[in-house]
Nanobody
Framework: VLLVESGGGLVQSGGSLSLSCTAS????????VGWFRQPPGRDREFVGG????????RYTNSVKGRFTISRDNIKDTVYLQMNSLKPEDTAVYYC?????????????????WGQGTQVTVSS
């Protein structure tokens, strides 16, 4: 399964961006999907995730109330809506898929990864 992220770019502080994650070769509909990010010079970190049917989401504390994860299983796409962006949100953002029915915040528990998309928030 190849995951592809899109929607990254440069935005001013306080602005918004929406990222999308799609899959080729297989549907995402039976997978939990997590979003991770890797800021410059730092380790990859969990941003949030959504379970297979969209009924459960989870976020890291630093993005709660600003980021929203959703999915459209007809379009076979998972979204990360990012509002009120801050310079510290600058990172490469990755989506990852997990062949389990419950979410995990651990990167090594995900089976498939995208190539990442750069998000840069200017102050």
């Amino acid at each position: 399964v190849l995951l592809v992220e899109s929607g990254g770019g440069l935005v001013q502080s306080g602005g918004s961006l929406s990222l999308s994650c799609t899959a080729s070769g297989r549907t995402l509909n039976n997978f939990c999907v997590g979003w991770f990010r890797q800021p410059p010079g730092r380790d990859r970190e969990f941003v949030g995730g959504i379970n297979w049917n969209g009924g459960y989401t989870r976020y890291t504390n630093s993005v709660k109330g600003r980021f929203t994860i959703s999915r459209d299983n007809i379009k076979d796409t998972v979204y990360l809506q990012m509002n009120s962006l801050k310079p510290e949100d600058t990172a490469v953002y990755y989506c990852a898929a997990r062949r389990k029915t419950y979410l995990s915040s651990k990167a090594d528990e995900y089976d498939y990864w995208g190539q990442g998309t750069q998000v840069t928030v200017s102050s």
